[in-house]
């Protein structure tokens, strides 16, 4: 393990607002650097697989211009059975995924890749924790509103489970409680700890 130190360069990947709060509450100085890569599954691509492969892209595209860095990348794949959700963009497409998801059970992939270019050969950290979300099963109308109170369309599953979207899930299980938000922070602690990273 590297020697500990609260003095390393640390970059996001990432230009969601979620991920940016959840790093915050580690009180580390950090920059972010939105990567640009295409998040289209490949075909016959497992949901994991798939967040998996953009977390590491997104880290490792930023990490080609950031020497002496530490590069967060992370992405999230929902999925329910053999359908993959992602992010309804609108309300109409929100209140579907919402209706196809009452009161059934949703694995979240939340992927995580930490990249250290602090070392002569770059090393690359990866890990996926899964979440199971229990949406209660609501009618129509109760979905509608939650949906015009929130407007979480930028986020897979339409539901911020860190807001209102809570009163609209049954059950989370997962090792991880900020994992569902989208940036596991226990998997993530001990990954940048690898790195060298010191928290106190």
Same mark, same amino acid.
């Given at each position: 393990? $590297?020697? +500990?130190?609260?003095?390393?360069?640390?970059?996001?990947?990432?230009?969601?607002? =979620?991920?940016?709060?959840?790093?915050?509450?580690?009180?580390?100085?950090?920059?972010?650097?939105?990567?640009?890569?295409?998040?289209?599954? +490949?075909?016959?691509?497992?949901?994991?697989?798939?967040?998996?492969? +953009?977390?590491? @892209?997104?880290?490792?595209?930023?990490?080609?211009?950031?020497? $002496?860095?530490?590069?967060?990348?992370?992405?999230q794949v929902a999925t329910m059975g @053999?359908? @993959?959700?992602?992010?309804?963009?609108n309300h109409d497409n929100a209140l579907?995924?919402?209706?196809?998801?009452?009161?059934?059970?949703? !694995?979240?992939?939340?992927?995580?890749?930490?990249?250290? $270019?602090?070392?002569?050969?770059?090393?690359?950290?990866?890990?996926?924790? @899964?979440?199971?979300?229990? #949406?209660?099963?609501?009618?129509? /109308?109760? +979905?509608?509103? =939650?949906?015009?109170?929130?407007?979480?369309?930028?986020?897979?599953?339409?539901?911020?489970?860190?807001?209102?979207? !809570?009163?609209?899930?049954?059950?989370?299980?997962?090792?991880?409680?900020?994992?569902?938000?989208?940036?596991?922070?226990? /998997?993530?602690?001990?990954?940048?700890?690898?790195?060298?990273?010191?928290? #106190?």
């Amino acid at each position: 393990m $590297n020697e +500990l130190s609260k003095e390393k360069r640390i970059i996001l990947a990432s230009g969601s607002p =979620y991920r940016k709060e959840l790093l915050s509450r580690l009180q580390l100085p950090f920059e972010i650097i939105i990567p640009d890569i295409d998040e289209t599954p +490949l075909p016959g691509e497992t949901p994991e697989t798939t967040a998996l492969r +953009l977390a590491q @892209q997104k880290a490792q595209q930023v990490a080609k211009n950031a020497a $002496n860095a530490i590069i967060i990348g992370s992405d999230q794949v929902a999925t329910m059975g @053999q359908i @993959q959700i992602g992010k309804p963009g609108n309300h109409d497409n929100a209140l579907r995924q919402l209706q196809m998801m009452r009161g059934q059970k949703v !694995i979240f992939h939340s992927a995580l890749c930490v990249v250290d $270019n602090c070392v002569p050969e770059p090393a690359i950290q990866l890990a996926n924790i @899964q979440t199971v979300v229990t #949406f209660r099963n609501l009618p129509d /109308a109760e +979905l509608d509103a =939650y949906l015009r109170i929130e407007q979480p369309y930028d986020c897979a599953g339409s539901a911020k489970n860190e807001g209102l979207g !809570i009163a609209i899930i049954e059950q989370i299980d997962s090792s991880d409680p900020t994992a569902l938000t989208g940036l596991p922070l226990i /998997a993530l602690t001990s990954m940048l700890r690898k790195a060298g990273v010191a928290f #106190f």
